[in-house]
């Protein structure tokens, strides 16, 4: 695993993770809430997308491609464990 590749997935997820809270409040966890979920999202997302499309192992791959994989995976990890958190923060407190 490349430490390049791993910060670029991470603010790439902090990113969307910030983009989804300011397209929909109801998602918003605060200002640490977020980074934090983004951060997790983004890791987990851009590794997984990278296992899933195999650009890390082919030699034949171009640092376009490494990069638009990295931020791509980054980005929908982030996003995708920010509106669980914050749909699981919304019943939580729907049932308080």
Same mark, same amino acid.
């Not at 590749?5 to 990113?15: E, F, K, N, P």
């Not at 499309?53 to 990295?70: C, K, R, Y």
């Given at each position: 695993?490349?430490?390049?590749?791993?910060?670029?997935?991470?603010?790439?997820?902090?990113?969307?993770?910030?983009?989804?809270?300011?397209?929909?409040?109801? !998602?918003?966890?605060?200002?640490?809430?977020?980074?934090?979920?983004?951060?997790?999202?983004?890791?987990?997302?851009?590794?997984? !997308?990278?296992?899933?499309?195999?650009?890390?192992?082919? #030699?034949?791959?171009?640092?376009?491609?490494? !990069?638009?994989?990295?931020? !791509?995976?980054?980005?929908?990890?982030?996003? #995708?464990?920010?509106?669980?958190?914050?749909?699981?923060?919304?019943?939580?407190?729907?049932?308080?």
């Amino acid at each position: 695993m490349n430490i390049h590749c791993l910060i670029l997935q991470i603010v790439s997820g902090i990113a969307a993770s910030y983009l989804v809270a300011g397209v929909a409040k109801h !998602f918003h966890l605060g200002v640490l809430g977020n980074t934090l979920v983004g951060a997790l999202g983004g890791a987990i997302g851009g590794q997984f !997308f990278l296992h899933l499309t195999g650009v890390e192992w082919d #030699f034949h791959s171009s640092d376009a491609q490494i !990069f638009l994989t990295d931020v !791509f995976g980054g980005a929908t990890g982030g996003a #995708f464990v920010a509106l669980v958190a914050g749909t699981v923060k919304r019943l939580m407190s729907k049932h308080s």
